[in-house]
């Protein structure tokens, strides 16, 4: 059966996300707009026509939803909005009504996003529906935390990660606490920083056995899409962020993934991570992200491109015939991949042939080399301006 294309008149995709995102649009050939700042890798991208200048969608939520309108009605038609992060999403939903007048865009129902979105309010979403999340104990920076009830260690993580209060903490995406006396220790920073925070019983093991569930629910309830994978380095070590991916064909990690989506009856995409217990096996669901992510553009290299099969539900172009997601398709981010390997010394003469063989890489594609290349080419200009403004790191 011949797939339908996509024409280069359709609508155009409009990405506050990254370049990952961007790239699994792309090979759809899907024309694309992008909200970003100056500098950024997405800007560069073949695929990119117009480039929006971004503005802080948690510190002046207000003003970017009047910048995405001003670009959206200037439009012949709607464009499709896809979002990246937590507070693109908030963004997206708590101003769904506005932004509905310009764009087209899937979004779960508005206060499931806030319950998946607060950590406190998804422990009370997941004791409602039976959830198999580990135990927890919300701990507010105006009170002495309580956690009488939990076994050490344990993981803090904010009830919604902002990166701006959370790095000064520490580079890992939570903060991992041994005993009672050592999160008495900790508080106070917690306090100083004026983070809300969950602290929840610790998983035992390796990032590796971190295992996701991706998928897509249409509107009329049915997984449209889907595909499992897991972790195969992070930065740092140990709760650190994904530096190399994998696409796996994990059965159990699918069923249960689509068990909760049914569940909570949500629609659109959403992430769902889970850790395997390393004695027992079992599966616990530690988040739910409800947003489109850098895996997008793994599972488009495999075959099952999420972000696609929305843009094409939305403009009313048939999806193609349904396939499995090819397993053992890898993604990495070759600079901080580097730096993973180089703290789990692993030897540079093994991962350079591993780097280069993995199919879809962050930034780096023989098919679109300008963002890499771009995006250097800008920092290394702006450092040599006087006055310059600070440059966050590549990636």
């Known amino acids: 059966m011949r797939r339908n294309r996509v024409s280069e008149s359709s609508p155009l995709a409009c990405v506050i996300g990254e370049i990952d995102l961007v790239r699994s649009l792309g090979i759809a050939g899907i024309p694309l707009a992008v909200v970003s700042p100056p500098g950024d890798f997405t800007r560069y991208s073949r695929f990119t026509r117009i480039a929006i200048d971004r503005i802080d969608a948690w510190r002046r939520p207000e003003e970017l939803v009047d910048r995405l309108l001003a670009f959206g009605r200037s439009q012949p038609s709607k464009p499709i ?52 999340v580990p135990a927890s104990a919300q701990i507010s920076a105006g009170s002495v935390p309580r956690v009488d009830h939990l076994r050490f260690p344990v993981v803090v993580k904010p009830l919604t990660r902002q990166h701006q209060t959370w790095k000064p903490l520490t580079r890992a ?4 606490v041994e005993s ?21 019983e610790a998983i035992p093991g390796p990032e590796t056995l971190i295992e996701t569930y991706h998928a897509y629910m249409d509107a009329d309830g ?34 249960l993934g689509r068990q909760i989506l049914h569940r909570l009856d949500l629609r659109g995409v959403a992430k769902l991570d889970f850790k395997r217990h390393p004695d027992t096996g079992r599966l616990y669901l530690l988040e739910i992200n409800p947003r489109f992510n850098l895996w997008h553009h793994l599972g488009a290299r495999a075959g099952v491109n999420l972000p696609e099969l929305v843009y094409r ?23 901080r991949d580097a730096q993973a390997v ?3 010394h692993v030897p540079l003469l093994r ?34 301006r006087p006055g310059r403004p600070e440059l966050r790191p590549i990636g």
């Not at 195969?232 to 990690?253: C, E, F, K, N, Q």
């Not at 591993?354 to 290394?380: H, I, N, Q």
């Open 81 to 132: 909005l896809y979002y990246n992060g937590d507070w693109d999403l908030l963004l997206v939903s708590r101003f769904r009504e506005k932004l509905r007048t310009a764009f087209h865009f899937v979004i779960p129902d508005a206060t499931l996003v806030e319950d998946i979105v607060d950590k406190a309010r998804f422990r009370a979403l997941a004791d409602k529906h039976e959830l198999p």
């Open 173 to 176: 995406k939570v903060i991992e």
């Open 180 to 200: 009672a006396e050592e999160l008495a220790e900790l508080w106070p920073r917690l306090a100083s920083a004026d983070v809300d925070a969950l602290v929840q």
């Open 222 to 255: 049915a997984v449209a899409g889907e595909f499992t994978g897991k972790k195969i380095r992070t930065y740092p070590t140990h709760h650190g962020y994904s530096t190399a991916l994998v696409l796996t064909d994990a059965d159990d990690v699918r069923e």
């Open 313 to 335: 539900d939305l403009v009313g172009v048939p999806r193609p015939p349904a396939s499995k997601a090819q397993p053992g398709v890898r993604w990495c981010s070759p600079w």
């Open 342 to 344: 180089w703290t789990q």
């Open 351 to 384: 991962w350079i042939p591993w780097v280069l063989s993995c199919e879809a890489k962050c930034a780096m594609s023989w098919d679109d080399p300008l963002p890499f290349l771009g995006a250097c080419t800008y920092r290394a200009v702006q450092r040599l």
